[in-house]
């Protein structure tokens, strides 16, 4: 099994290879969201493509660690808790929870940490990290105050974006507020502290100020992940110039390559346009299930185009997700009805289903989900045929359960099945009920017993009892 990445440093696939001499970890960083408002569903997409590739990795074998880092400094958030008149950890706070409702509802695996901007322990990285590029000639504190990267120091500045920086030089006017740079593409790497900024301001050697963009992933990569990292994902609109400015600072600081493969995930297109408010397609997670839509189809709706595509997000195309995912449903529905079965009949000689691996193997292949999900409903297809026939016997039933199973760690999309509670079980709690209310403690412990030797589990909610499978431990 060879796993192949399209990297867009090299703009070719590349076969992976991991950096750890045993082969199994890999260390993977993720663009996480600016929390200034509601990440919308474009950004979910990306989102969900990261969350692809750590799944798919893990199917294969490997240990993922991934970190996402959370924005909660810059212009945006300063801006929006000055015009809330909030602090600005306040005004944060409320989209970071946003986020993580939203990952949840769309069944986004957590990253292993998700280490903020504005912690000090990373902060204090930022400072060291300038105080380093100062050093060695890669950055200056121009009169403004604030710091920039010298990115005409740096040959290899471009290459992730495939572009000749030299070619700024020349063009014209100069915003005013960037004067003071030597070069028009320098960027910061501090920002002097003005009155905009409010309270907003640490110390640093060059005064009070904060931290720009770019430095934050960087300190906060190699904080956590080491100098080197195996893959590092974003949306196609960080590579330049969040993404070329991340490896100026760290390659310019360590002098070890930054980053082994970078892969980007394209842009989402509401309606074949681009998404924005005024044009009133500006969708959020909430906005499409409001519309009857659960997070499950969202999903579905986000992952099914590969993720070098752009993907066009329509509500028919959420009608078509809601239908994929019926016939997911009721073909999982069969199967285990057939593997429940005895096995009454003899299945003929055709109807050995032998499952090709065919699934993991287009994943392989640069994370083609179009081509995975499309051996998946030819499989139920043929499956289903075999089954109006009467061809399949309960075995291969039961293989193509496993079988799902395994894909489903990568694409989670079974729907979420109550356990029906046996009428039995049902009439005890009913009893145990009834002996609470007429405070027959005794009678409902025995009671509680009873139901717990059957299996399951009798809790007391604000709204009335909960019974569940019991959980047993071993
Ligand atoms: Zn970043």
């Given at each position: 099994?060879?796993?192949?990445f ?16 045993t ?5 993977m960083?993720?663009c996480g ?8 569903i474009?950004n979910?997409r990306?989102?969900?493509?990261e969350?692809?590739?750590?799944r ?14 959370i ?30 409702e ?12 998700f ?5 000090q ?11 380093e590029?100062i050093?060695?000639g890669l950055?200056?504190?121009a ?15 471009g290459?992730?974006?495939?572009f000749?920086?030299?070619q700024?030089?020349?063009t ?12 028009i593409?320098?960027?910061a ?5 003005d ?28 904080a956590?992940l080491?100098d080197?990292i ?29 980053v ?15 998404m ?12 499409v299930?409001a519309?009857g ?12 185009v590969?993720?070098r ?10 009608k078509?997700?809601?239908?994929s ?14 593997a ?10 055709n ?9 993991e ?7 083609n ?15 289903n ?14 293989a ?9 760690t990568?694409?989670?999309l079974?729907?979420e ?33 009873r ?5 399951w589990e ?17």
């Amino acid at each position: 099994m060879t796993m192949r990445f399209f990297n867009t440093y090299s703009r070719s696939i590349e076969e992976f290879e991991p950096r750890d001499p045993t082969g199994h970890a890999v260390s993977m960083y993720t663009c996480g969201p600016t929390v200034y408002s509601r990440a919308h569903i474009g950004n979910f997409r990306a989102y969900i493509f990261e969350d692809l590739v750590q799944r798919h990795l893990e199917l294969r074998g490997y240990q993922v660690h991934r970190v996402m880092n959370i924005t909660d400094v810059d212009d945006k958030t300063i801006r929006g808790a000055r015009q809330a008149k909030v602090p600005l950890a306040k005004f944060t706070e409320q989209f970071k929870q946003a986020f993580f409702e939203d990952s949840e509802t769309l069944r986004i695996k957590r990253a292993d940490q998700f280490p903020a901007a504005t912690d000090q322990r990373y902060v204090d990285r930022m400072i060291d990290m300038i105080r380093e590029l100062i050093a060695r000639g890669l950055a200056y504190q121009a009169d403004d105050k604030s710091v920039y990267f010298r990115i005409n120091k740096f040959p290899d500045y471009g290459k992730l974006a495939h572009f000749d920086l030299t070619q700024l030089q020349s063009t014209g006017r100069v915003k005013h507020d960037e004067y003071d740079k030597e070069h028009i593409g320098d960027f910061a790497l501090w920002k002097a502290w003005d009155e905009e900024d409010g309270d907003v301001k640490w110390a640093s050697p060059w005064g009070p100020g904060r931290p720009g963009w770019h430095i934050e992933c960087s300190a906060m990569a190699m904080a956590l992940l080491g100098d080197q990292i195996d893959i590092h994902c974003g949306g196609v609109d960080n590579i330049f110039p969040h993404h070329e400015a991340e490896i100026a600072q760290s390659e310019g600081v360590t002098g070890k390559k930054f980053v082994r493969y970078w892969q980007h995930c394209a842009h989402l297109l509401v309606d074949s346009q681009k998404m924005s408010k005024s044009l009133g397609n500006f969708y959020t997670v909430p906005d499409v299930l409001a519309k009857g839509y659960t997070g499950r189809e969202l999903r579905y709706a986000l992952l099914r185009v590969h993720y070098r595509v752009p993907l066009n997000f329509t509500w028919e195309g959420m009608k078509e997700a809601r239908e994929s995912l019926s016939r997911i449903d009721e073909w999982l529905g069969r199967l285990r009805a057939v593997a429940e079965k005895e096995n009454v009949q003899r299945p003929t000689p055709n109807a050995q289903h032998q499952i090709q691996p065919d699934f993991e193997t287009a994943l392989d292949d640069d994370l083609n989900i179009s081509a995975a999900l499309g051996f998946l409903f030819e499989s139920i297809r043929e499956t289903n045929r075999a089954m109006d026939e009467n061809n399949l016997d309960a075995a291969s039933a039961s293989a193509w359960l496993d079988w799902w199973k395994r894909i489903n760690t990568v694409l989670d999309l079974e729907a979420e099945t109550e356990i029906p509670v046996p009428p039995e079980v049902a009439e005890l709690a009913k009893k145990r009920d009834n002996a609470r209310r007429e405070k027959n403690w005794k009678q409902s412990d025995e009671l509680r017993d009873r139901i717990s030797g059957l299996g399951w589990e009798v809790r007391d909610a604000k709204d009335g009892q909960k019974i569940t499978p019991r959980v047993t431990s071993g």
